[in-house]
């Protein structure tokens, strides 16, 4: 599985869990750890980097609490700049819309476009505010 891409420590116990007993897997993941083959830092930062382009920060930090990371390895993975948070999500809109809000509805649709795809609402303000002017 490894071989593939790579999986955080809680989406390996999942998978493994009908193969053998808690503590097998327990060892074999601890041993893989060791070894340096399973590392939740790596998986944090391969699926931020693949992902941070088309996501907000808060999806993404909520994708990988979902996959099981901890908050200190998630704040570590997940870009700290305000400004590229603003770019990504500069980008992820004009990716989707071609012109700027032209109603109230329009602007609805494209902020919560923006606020599913992870954006916070600070975001989301600045960038609609932006295309407006």
């Not at 193969?19 to 897997?25: F, K, L, S």
């Amino acid at each position: 599985m490894l071989a593939r891409r790579e999986h955080s420590r809680a989406e390996l116990v999942q998978k493994l869990s009908a193969d053998g007993t808690r503590e097998d897997i327990q060892a074999v993941l601890d041993q893989l750890e060791q070894s340096g083959l399973l590392s939740d830092a790596r998986f944090a930062e391969s699926f931020v980097s693949s992902r941070a382009a088309r996501f907000g920060t808060a999806r993404l930090r909520h994708s990988l609490r979902a996959k099981g990371i901890a908050d200190v390895i998630i704040a570590a993975a997940l870009p700290a700049d305000a400004d590229s948070e603003i770019n990504r999500a500069r980008e992820v809109w004009r990716r989707k819309f071609a012109t700027p809000p032209v109603d109230r509805a329009d602007y609805a649709r494209q902020a919560r476009f923006l606020q599913q795809r992870g954006f916070t609402g600070d975001t989301i303000r600045k960038v609609l505010k932006e295309t407006q002017e």
